[in-house]
């Protein structure tokens, strides 16, 4: 109830300052369970990303957001608890696997999942190589794949900033659902994982219009020595890194 109270009251407020644009939004399952896989440009993704469609998305957000104290913590708490948002432990090992284990949860029940396969805001506007956990996601929910790109919110709201900027008008695009049931059963095989991720990366490349970079963002972001403000989780990868 909650989801649907914030986004009545922000999708007007939301429309009304930025005019966003969307596109594809009947390629997205109005019923049933599917992954909504896209870039991560900025924190206005979540609001922008979801806005334009008729049913709630539940994503995998850091546990941090859920365990912080004084009034910023308890607002923080219960805005992404009513959101309907999953807490997630971003510390590796046996949490990633909660991850996906929770991701695999969520699909069961028939809801759309959220995930941002880069793990991380990036670093700049363009797209970096994603990480193997929505693949497995895939191959073992079976659940069909939407590609999701989100244009000008890098320009909008970067990494720092507390409000996003007027004058600039985000859009969303929705491509078509991937099918991956050819890989049924090869949810454990790293190549087949890393194929799949790539096709994934791919169809957001070619939506978004983004460069392409063949590094994990984090590891940008550390050699520039800038803070890793993730707003995602990871789920447990093939390659022994996490994804989110």
């Not at 659902?177 to 087949?192: K, Q």
Request: aromatic share 10%; net charge positive.
């Amino acid at each position: 109830m909650f989801y649907w109270v914030v986004k009545g009251i922000l999708f007007p407020i939301l429309h009304l300052l930025w005019r966003p644009r969307a596109e594809g939004v009947g390629n997205v399952p109005r019923t049933g369970p599917a992954i909504l896989v896209g870039n991560h440009l900025s924190f206005a993704d979540h609001f922008f990303g979801p806005l334009p469609l008729p049913r709630k998305v539940t994503f995998l957000a850091k546990a941090e957001y859920f365990t912080g104290t004084g009034l910023k913590g308890f607002l923080s708490r219960a805005f992404f608890s009513g959101m309907g948002q999953v807490p997630i432990d971003r510390t590796g090992g046996r949490a990633s696997e909660a991850a996906l284990k929770t991701g695999l949860r969520v699909l069961a029940e028939g809801k759309l999942l959220g995930i941002y396969p880069e793990g991380t805001r990036a670093p700049d506007n363009r797209l970096y190589r994603g990480k193997t956990g929505v693949a497995r996601l895939a191959l073992e929910s079976g659940a069909p794949v939407i590609p999701m790109a989100m244009i000008n919110t890098f320009e909008l709201m970067p990494a720092g900033r507390t409000l996003p900027r007027l004058g600039r008008r985000p859009g969303v695009r929705f491509g078509k659902p991937l099918d991956f049931s050819r890989y049924r059963g090869m949810a454990h095989d790293r190549v087949v994982l890393r194929a799949v991720t790539d096709e994934i990366m791919y169809a957001i490349m070619e939506l978004s219009g983004q460069e392409y970079v063949d590094r994990y963002a984090a590891e940008v972001k550390k050699d520039s020595a800038e803070p890793d403000e993730c707003a995602d989780e990871p789920v447990h990868t093939a390659d022994g890194q996490a994804g989110s």
